[in-house]
């Protein structure tokens, strides 16, 4: 059972089991994955320009090895040439002849055959390798390749939009090529995702127009073969049509055609004798993969909220208020502005909570300590390995490690009301490209409590904060019951995860939507329900 649990006490074992993963994954060699957060892929950035700053310095040390070969030959010529004009008179002089001889014993052994071959190369190879050993991998590939198309899923952008670079809106100068479509309609192909398949190698033939190292026959070919797999099998044979114009002498295709019409055929002949009639043929029919998960309302409800689509009435929304939260002397002078965003379950936003240096510090001294996230299942002691619902990395700080986390920490007690007697260390998390944390509950969902939680309790409550504005998605959504909060630097959100009972509270399924365009930082404060029993008590009755 998947249960969104992580235990400060366990960031030692993470860690360890991190590192396991990456083991097993890649061989022996110890390799962090840039994909799953963005700061991660600053350093590849980073390191495209240390490469350019390696590759100008050999450029210029070859030209000026080049440049001292060019003056051997002017020197050379020039003194074979005057010699030359008249050969014997030149060596008649014995100081002449001994020159000559010289130069092509001693000088050239010493000096000339040196400097011919005196080349940087190995030096730039050899500080070359120690950079290509950090490249992003296919691993990394295929990640960006699947959030790529995860965002358009979630976000229903069409591909002609985003090869031009235009995310909801957000206009960048990026174009995407023709060869860069072909090359997402590959990965796709290669995990079996032929609706992706077509998708982009459709948009590749569309731009192949332009770009003549498109090889059209080869496109038909994953573009006919992936239609049949989509059960579109009329659009599969009048695409090897088309393929077998270019190719007329393909085996394959040839084999493809009879294979396809005979199928037609065959199809036609069955729907006849069921009386079935002739419905609406669509040419361009590839619907979207969906399993019984993807039809349920849940995720039907994340992707709606995710793209700020309304879902249901929010509950006696006209009684949600703002206010100003001053019921602390720390909060007299410097009140917390405080939203109402659901009645019930009660969740509110605090907005401005920190400032920006607190923000940036804490950024800072966590950018070290991130590691790719996990999801903890139970069945399989606790641990597993990282998984696509889930992109991003995240690291815990400590209030020792910092004054801006002890006071971050201080202020999620102040706003909770909740004692920090049990909570857990401060998680940060960095979104990776289309960063995103599919629906799951934060508290225990198994009836087995480890020692650890027994001692401390389930996760009663979820403190989370923005670190950083983000431009589009990124989202955080509850589809039982229609809620999203939009991140924005220092805003927090707090609920419940649990009832008074201590039994969880199913309405606060929530997901962390993909990130579309922007960086997205968080925070995440959980308090547990040991020493609560006083702030919070249970009452009679167990719905509450
Ligand atoms: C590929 O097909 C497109 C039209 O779909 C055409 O414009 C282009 O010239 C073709 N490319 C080659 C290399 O034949
Ligand atoms: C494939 O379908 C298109 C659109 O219906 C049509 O224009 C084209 O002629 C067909 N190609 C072949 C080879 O049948
Ligand atoms: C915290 O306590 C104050 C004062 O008692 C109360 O008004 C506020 O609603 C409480 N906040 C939460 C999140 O329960």
Same mark, same amino acid.
């Given at each position: 059972?998947?249960?969104?649990?992580?235990?400060?006490?366990?960031?030692?074992?993470?860690?360890?089991?991190?590192?396991?993963?990456?083991?097993?994954?890649?061989?022996?060699?110890?390799?962090?994955?840039?994909?799953?957060?963005?700061?991660?892929?600053?350093?590849?950035?980073?390191?495209?320009?240390?490469?350019?700053?390696?590759?100008?310095?050999?450029?210029?040390?070859?030209?000026?090895?080049?440049?001292?070969?060019?003056?051997?030959?002017?020197?050379?010529?020039?003194?074979?040439?005057?010699?030359?004009?008249?050969?014997?008179?030149?060596?008649?002089?014995?100081?002449?002849?001994?020159?000559?001889?010289?130069?092509? &014993? !001693? *000088? +050239?052994?010493?000096?000339?055959?040196?400097? %011919?071959?005196?080349?940087?190369?190995?030096? =730039?190879?050899?500080? @070359?390798?120690?950079?290509?050993?950090?490249?992003?991998?296919?691993?990394?590939?295929?990640?960006?390749?699947?959030?790529?198309?995860?965002?358009?899923?979630?976000?229903?952008?069409?591909?002609?939009?985003?090869?031009?670079?235009?995310?909801?809106?957000?206009?960048?100068?990026?174009?995407?090529?023709?060869?860069?479509?072909?090359?997402?309609?590959?990965?796709?192909?290669?995990?079996?995702?032929?609706?992706?398949?077509?998708?982009?190698?459709?948009?590749?033939?569309?731009?192949?127009?332009?770009?003549?190292?498109?090889?059209?026959?080869?496109?038909?070919?994953?573009?006919?073969?992936?239609?049949?797999?989509?059960?579109?099998?009329?659009?599969?044979?009048?695409? &090897? !049509? *088309? +393929?077998?114009?270019?190719?007329?002498?393909? %085996?394959?295709?040839?084999?493809?055609?009879? =294979?396809?019409?005979? @199928?037609?055929?065959?199809?036609?002949?069955?729907?006849?004798?069921?009386?079935?009639?002739?419905?609406?043929?669509?040419?361009?029919?590839?619907?979207?993969?969906?399993?019984?998960?993807?039809?349920?309302?849940?995720?039907?409800?994340?992707?709606?909220?995710?793209?700020?689509?309304?879902?249901?009435?929010?509950?006696?929304?006209?009684?949600?208020?703002?206010?100003?939260?001053?019921?602390?002397?720390?909060?007299?002078?410097?009140?917390?502005?405080?939203?109402?965003?659901?009645?019930?379950?009660?969740?509110?936003?605090?907005?401005?909570?920190?400032?920006?240096?607190?923000?940036?510090?804490?950024?800072?001294?966590?950018?070290?300590?991130?590691?790719?996230?996990?999801?903890?299942?139970?069945?399989?002691?606790?641990?597993?390995?990282?998984?696509?619902?889930?992109?991003?990395?995240?690291?815990?700080?400590?209030?020792?490690?910092?004054?801006?986390?002890?006071?971050?920490?201080?202020?999620?007690?102040?706003?909770?009301?909740?004692?920090?007697?049990?909570?857990?260390?401060?998680?940060?998390?960095?979104?990776?490209?289309?960063?995103?944390?599919?629906?799951?509950?934060?508290?225990?969902?198994?009836?087995?409590?480890?020692?650890?939680?027994?001692?401390?309790?389930?996760?009663?409550?979820?403190?989370?904060?923005?670190?950083?504005?983000?431009?589009?998605?990124?989202?955080?959504?509850?589809?039982?019951?229609?809620?999203?909060?939009?991140?924005?630097?220092?805003?927090?959100?707090?609920?419940?995860?649990?009832?008074?009972?201590?039994?969880?509270?199913?309405?606060?399924?929530?997901?962390?939507?993909?990130?579309?365009?922007?960086?997205?930082?968080?925070?995440?404060?959980?308090?547990?329900?040991?020493?609560?029993?006083?702030?919070?008590?249970?009452?009679?009755?167990?719905?509450?």
């Amino acid at each position: 059972m998947e249960v969104g649990k992580l235990v400060s006490n366990s960031v030692l074992l993470v860690a360890v089991v991190v590192v396991i993963i990456n083991i097993f994954f890649s061989g022996g060699l110890v390799r962090a994955d840039f994909f799953s957060a963005i700061s991660e892929l600053e350093n590849v950035l980073q390191m495209e320009n240390e490469v350019a700053h390696d590759l100008r310095s050999y450029v210029k040390s070859e030209e000026a090895r080049l440049q001292n070969l060019k003056k051997i030959a002017d020197d050379f010529e020039k003194h074979s040439l005057e010699a030359l004009v008249d050969p014997e008179k030149h060596l008649s002089n014995p100081i002449n002849a001994y020159l000559l001889v010289k130069r092509f &014993t !001693k *000088e +050239w052994n010493e000096l000339l055959e040196q400097q %011919i071959k005196s080349t940087s190369l190995s030096e =730039f190879l050899k500080s @070359l390798s120690t950079k290509t050993s950090r490249f992003p991998t296919e691993d990394d590939l295929q990640g960006a390749a699947y959030a790529l198309m995860r965002l358009q899923d979630t976000y229903a952008l069409p591909s002609s939009k985003l090869v031009k670079g235009d995310l909801q809106g957000i206009q960048d100068s990026v174009h995407m090529t023709a060869q860069d479509c072909f090359m997402l309609g590959s990965i796709a192909y290669k995990g079996n995702d032929f609706y992706h398949t077509i998708i982009w190698m459709s948009e590749a033939l569309r731009m192949s127009k332009d770009d003549p190292s498109i090889d059209n026959s080869t496109l038909l070919d994953y573009l006919a073969y992936s239609y049949y797999m989509q059960g579109n099998t009329k659009k599969a044979l009048n695409l &090897t !049509k *088309e +393929w077998l114009l270019i190719d007329p002498n393909h %085996i394959r295709a040839q084999n493809n055609l009879r =294979f396809y019409e005979q @199928l037609i055929l065959e199809q036609e002949s069955r729907a006849r004798s069921r009386g079935e009639q002739q419905t609406h043929y669509d040419e361009n029919s590839n619907p979207r993969p969906m399993d019984a998960y993807k039809l349920s309302s849940d995720f039907q409800n994340y992707e709606k909220l995710c793209r700020g689509e309304k879902t249901q009435a929010l509950y006696n929304e006209h009684l949600l208020t703002c206010q100003y939260r001053r019921h602390h002397p720390f909060l007299y002078i410097n009140p917390i502005k405080e939203e109402q965003v659901n009645w019930e379950p009660r969740m509110f936003l605090f907005h401005d909570v920190m400032t920006d240096g607190q923000i940036a510090r804490i950024k800072k001294i966590g950018k070290p300590k991130l590691g790719r996230s996990v999801v903890y299942h139970k069945s399989n002691s606790q641990v597993t390995t990282p998984q696509d619902y889930r992109i991003s990395k995240s690291g815990w700080l400590k209030d020792e490690d910092d004054r801006a986390v002890y006071k971050f920490s201080y202020m999620a007690g102040l706003l909770s009301n909740l004692t920090l007697d049990t909570v857990e260390d401060l998680q940060v998390l960095n979104y990776g490209i289309g960063g995103h944390y599919e629906p799951h509950y934060d508290f225990a969902t198994s009836r087995e409590l480890d020692t650890f939680e027994k001692a401390i309790g389930n996760r009663i409550a979820t403190f989370i904060c923005y670190l950083s504005d983000v431009q589009a998605g990124g989202a955080t959504v509850f589809p039982g019951i229609g809620v999203s909060f939009w991140p924005r630097k220092a805003k927090c959100a707090f609920w419940y995860n649990l009832m008074r009972s201590g039994e969880g509270d199913m309405r606060t399924r929530h997901a962390a939507c993909p990130v579309l365009s922007g960086i997205k930082w968080a925070c995440n404060k959980w308090f547990h329900e040991r020493g609560q029993e006083f702030i919070r008590p249970c009452t009679l009755s167990p719905l509450e």
